[in-house]
């Protein structure tokens, strides 16, 4: 007995590390209470097992119809259709339910002289089953707009199985009722079918169990367990009055209770976690967009403010005191209006294709790219900004690689962690820029031998609510905003983009799409 409540502990902590939720006392309760109701059920098999089965019946179907009720009312308040698909599914399990309630040996109230209620069972269990493990597998990928679909399948393959029971009777015998015959081997083989498929929801279940709320999870994973276990049982009986029989019904009540549990009380008690979910993630986002906005406005103000004042302040001392001021300041007066105005047109397009992107406006427009060729109009592009600061540009993309992607999307990309490569590399540093293709990806790397990153400020990286920008060193402004745009270009691509620095030593920027 001691060993059996060791294991028993041992498999409810097994259930806690697996869902992440075990309520012990609810538990316990649950324990204690369908212990109680088992032995009031089974006396009541033993008075009259007609009436046992009714009853039985009777609470699944009427669950069922519940839970199609509560996801029907509640269909408005989300955006995927998980709880309207499984109301759907159970609606139509409780249909075939009802008919193999009405069915069963002793109501005779369709007096046909076969006993079609196992038939029903067994219909009714495929379908449940089989939903089940569709619902598991397209968890959260159900929509609205596929709903009127769903009860039109669902409702002809009701009405077909009902059809081949009843009237056309081409429906499998399941249960020979004479003595020495019982259950038949088309029965119990679709018995075990059923278990294996439940067994591979499960597993699915358990697989994309992050998707999950806990204490849903919990209960599901009870509820299949419970439902594979009551299955069992119906694979052993010969009589549909006997012991195996009322099991078989009873973990089918269990298994019920705790879809229940998990679908109605819980959605009730708990709106936001499973009905309203999409409203605490829908906050979320708003907060991201407000921290963001906000970021959009301040480079607004601040960033593109000070190109600006230095262009109007130097032209208007150029307008002003022409004729007094030497040809040699002149010269380097309009060499800053000219570097001011370059960072102002840099950042003002950066923030127009920030702002497109947000907006949904920019599309991928994919064409050939020969990649060696675009970079080596980017060195064009910098060659005086990095001749200028003695910084040499080099290229190792072997002429052959050709893409298809947004051309102008990865020229920006580039030519953004090459100018920021110029910006933060010392007089006699060097920019490499090289490319490769493997495994249908591909991966392009720029590496500056400037001052780097510390580890810190690494990870505020392609992050508009907390992106990290510095002088350059030769005081160069920046906003950070580029790496951003850098992103969300490469993301637009399907790809990823990272960075690996070491302070002092330099930068590795790199980003891999497939092609």
Known sequence: MKKQVVRQHKAIKKLESLTGYVHYTGLFLAFAAFIVIGILLFLMSEHNYLLFHTTAELFSI??????????????????????????????????????HTLTYKGINLFDTGVFHATEFWVAARYMESISLFVFMLFFNRFRHRFFSLIVIA????????????????????????????????????????????????????????????????FYLVLCIITTIISEFFFTLYTDVYGMWNYLGHFFKIISFYLVYKSIIQFGLRNPFEVIFNELKQNEIKLEQANTTKNKFFSIIAHDLKGPFSGILGFSKLLAEKYDDISEENRKYFVGLIHSSSEQAFNLLENLLHWARVQSNKLQVNKVKVNLASLVKDIFILFENYAKKKDIGLEADVPDNITIRADKSMIFTVISNLVNNGIKYTKPGGSITVSAEISEKTLRVKVADTGVGIDKENLDKLFRIDTSYSKPGTEHENGTGLGLVLCKEFVEMHHGKIRAESTVGKGSVFSFSIPV
């Open 62 to 99: 009427i669950i069922a119809a519940a839970i199609f009720i509560l996801a029907w009312n509640t269909r408005n308040y989300s955006e995927n259709a998980n709880l309207l698909f499984l109301g759907t599914i159970y609606l139509f399990v409780g249909i075939l339910d009802f008919f």
């Open 154 to 217: 669902y409702t002809l393959i009701t009405t077909s199985l009902v059809l081949s029971i009843l009237v056309w009777k081409i429906f499998p015998v399941c249960y020979i009722d004479l003595p020495g015959k019982g259950l038949t081997p088309f029965k119990i083989i679709s018995e075990y079918l059923i278990m294996a498929v439940l067994a591979v929801s499960l597993v699915v279940l358990i697989l994309r169990r992050k998707q999950f709320k806990e204490r849903l999870l």
